[in-house]
């Protein structure tokens, strides 16, 4: 697992920023009421400054964009999107003009009509779930306290920042892959079809080992399926894991990691869908399967609120 090359001081309430190697950042979500809610990762080519994944709101994302000035001493000038999923990509606006934009053509193509239809229905229900997460915290302790204050984070950070939320699309599309050089080190964006979603983005950076997964990999934390495909996205987590070449990994969500997580994430997607494939090779109905515990190696994962939704989408997928 990587740590923490050098310390740095705390820029904002909103991620914690962890030194990867010279020129490479990870910025951590805050999980205490924190408005970033996915991970982000800075990059200094030499001549350019990179973003990936610009956090949720436009509040984080600005103070991303002062980091990585402060970090590098110039402008950012170009911000990947790993999806189209809004934790993602909102902070878009808050590095335009001066940044272009990439995404895979597909997500470029979803994330108009996904961000208009989500916005509609948060400008309706976020500040009521906001506050249905605050009424949880009260009677909730320890662990569970502890992640219902990430939600509470999640739902305020979308109510405030609705009255300034522009959807700021990509300029620049590709699929496969593309190569970014710089003066000191090039990176290597690569898609990946029918994963966490019908299309995501990897980040590589092949002469430090590293790579920055989004959505694809998650640490101690339930994915969300529901809009993949579970054993394609396994076999995607399988074939980084047996890339010798790379040694860290930057989640989407939870703490910068190594090959171990990397094996328990598809340890995941594989047991999940033999609990589901059982299940139906039995002929147990739906409405049992989906009420099947969390599997012990998981129980103390965060988002379990994710796990049932899961099992439903599975039982449909796999009868397919």
Known sequence: MATTISWIPPLSRHFRLEQLAPGVWAAIQNDNYGHAICNAGIIDL????????????????????????????RQVALVINSHYHNDHIRGNQSFIPQAAIISTAWTRT???????????????????????????????????????????GYYEGIAQSLPELKITLPDITFSDSLWIYGSKRNIKLVEC????????????????????????FFVTRHPYIGDGDAASWQKHIKHFIEDTSIHTYVPGHGSVAGKKEMQLMENYLIDIQNLVRKGIEQHVPDSVIVQQPVPAMYRQWWYSRFYKPNLQFLCKQVKR
């Not at 990936?52 to 001493?73: H, I, V």
């Not at 509609?120 to 992640?147: D, Q, V």
């Not at 966490?196 to 590293?210: A, F, R």
């Open 46 to 73: 030499g001549n350019k400054t990179i973003v990936f994944d610009p956090f949720m709101t436009p509040e984080a994302a600005r103070d991303l964009k002062r980091a990585a000035e402060q970090l590098t001493g």
């Open 110 to 152: 979803k994330m108009l009509p996904s961000e208009k239809e989500e916005q509609e229905w948060e400008k309706k229900n976020a500040a009521t779930y906001a506050i249905a997460e605050k009424e949880k915290l009260k009677k909730a302790s320890g662990p569970e306290k502890k992640e219902l204050i990430m939600w509470t």
């Open 193 to 216: 079809r029918k994963g966490h979603t019908e299309s995501d983005l990897v980040m590589l950076l092949p002469l430090e080992g590293i790579a920055f997964m989004g959505d694809l």
